[in-house]
């Protein structure tokens, strides 16, 4: 690829404070409340016009799995958060599946940002990093007057992509052996939905799922995609659906990430033709809303001093520096149209699951990039191989990972911004004085 050189020129500074967090999504929230809540000054920057990620951007239909069925490991924030959206929904917490009303969780995000006194700035993207030494000094933001930097001791990586880890020299891995990824979605909205007639539907064996898998067998379904996930409610007439996938996107490719959204407006509309006429209660639905955002679910995985990895998850592993815990299964999407890799989605999910009671630790050097003295990554760039990255890319596991982010940033700051230096002990203290769960 060919190279153009820029002109040097100056850069004003738009923002400055003690932690600067980049992305807006769970992680990101996480953080900058975590370490705003821990007395310090905290400027958050967001790419999208919308804090929240995949669950408003994304129309993603629901938080899940918070537990192991027996204790919320997804605590503190998270639990926070969930409980917020629950009560403008109008209805009981569910820490196993809470669905998402994405206007209502808009707002509660806006909320909770505000009233921190959190410096927010929203469709800033960062496009660089400036370094001294080994140390972040700075973020390199697009803003509609140019570029401009945010300063900051601390910097936390919530960008679910690792951008500000890769572009500080961090090294990383990406997908599969061969550098696949897990295919994208890109969700939807329906309006005019009758859950009365869609549940006595189900009743009498037409879900959708079950009339889907029906067309795939005798071969006519309008999409071939044996891994169905499914539509959800989330108000009295409408619904969210993670239906679909986008195979072959390498989601930090500009072209495949412009592919991905046309052709998910595509199938979008080919899933609901399906719904409307096979789908007992859609009959007088609408399409009101695709995804503003992909649903990418995996790129990066940023290399920190621990890997968590398929061992841990499966011996129930317990760290001295535990951040966290976690039991979501692991759940790599085909990345593929293979009807053979997509059956088998479903089938290791089950096989994987954790029992009850049964979780597996995260360990604070996980969210330390290798070589970076002041910079955390949290969410699902987190330090950790394929199969693990499958289990914490959840926006709950999101959640544990970018609060823990943020009161490590908290608590570095006292050592000059060395991550290095916070005692485990007292961010240990820490996290559990902000309600977050961590094994006794």
């Known amino acids: 690829m060919p190279t153009v050189t820029l002109p040097s020129r100056s850069v004003p500074v738009l923002a400055e404070a003690e932690v600067v967090v980049c992305g807006g999504g769970p992680a990101g929230i996480a953080a900058a409340l975590a370490a705003k809540r821990a007395g310090r000054s905290v400027v958050l920057v967001e790419q999208s016009g919308i804090l929240g990620g995949m669950g408003t951007g994304g129309l993603v239909p629901a938080f899940i799995v918070m537990g192991d069925g027996e204790r919320v490991l997804a605590d503190g924030i998270c639990r926070e958060v969930v409980d917020g959206l629950a009560s403008r929904m109008g209805v009981t917490p569910n820490y196993q599946w809470q669905n998402i009303q994405p206007e209502l969780l808009k707002s509660l995000y806006d909320d909770l940002v505000t009233a921190a006194g959190i410096e927010l700035y929203l469709g800033l993207g960062g496009v660089e990093a400036l370094l001294e030494g080994n140390r972040l000094a700075a973020l390199v933001v697009a803003t509609r007057q140019g570029l401009k930097i945010v300063c900051g001791q601390v910097f936390v990586d919530a960008t679910g992509d690792g951008n500000l880890s890769a572009w500080s020299g961090a090294a990383y891995d990406l997908g599969d052996a061969e550098g696949k990824t897990m295919s994208p979605s890109l969700c939807v909205q329906y309006a005019g939905v009758d859950w009365d007639a869609y549940r006595q539907g189900v009743g009498n064996g037409n879900s959708d799922r079950a009339v889907w898998h029906r067309l795939m067998d005798a071969g006519t379904a309008p999409v071939a995609e044996r891994h169905f996930v499914g539509f959800f409610r989330n108000g009295t007439g409408i619904g969210t659906g993670n239906l679909g996938h986008i195979y072959g996107v390498n989601g930090i490719d500009e072209k495949d990430i412009t592919r991905g959204y046309v052709e998910g407006r595509q199938i979008a509309r080919k899933i609901h033709q399906f719904y409307r006429e096979r789908v007992p209660g859609f009959a007088q639905s609408e399409l009101v809303n695709t ?29 001295p520096d535990e951040i966290g815990r976690f039991a979501y299964p692991i759940d790599i999407h085909s990345s593929t149209s293979d009807p053979k ?48 990255q499958s289990s914490l890319r959840v926006m709950p596991g999101c959640f544990v990972t970018g609060q823990a982010a943020g009161c490590a940033a908290a608590l570095a700051v006292a050592s000059a911004g060395e991550t290095r230096r916070v005692a485990v002990g007292e961010l240990q203290d820490l996290l559990r004085q902000q309600g977050a769960y961590l094994r006794d």
Request: charged fraction near 35%.
């Open 291 to 319: 995804a503003a955002v992909l649903s990418v679910r995996e790129t990066r995985r940023v290399r920190g001093d621990y890997q968590l990895c398929y061992d841990d998850y499966l011996r129930r592993a317990s760290f």
């Open 341 to 388: 890799e997509q059956e088998a989605v479903e089938r290791r999910l089950d096989e994987t699951r954790l029992k009850r009671g049964e979780s597996y630790g995260i360990p604070y050097r996980a969210l330390l990039p290798q070589g970076i003295a002041n910079l955390l990554v949290a969410g699902r760039c987190i330090s950790c191989d394929r199969e693990v």
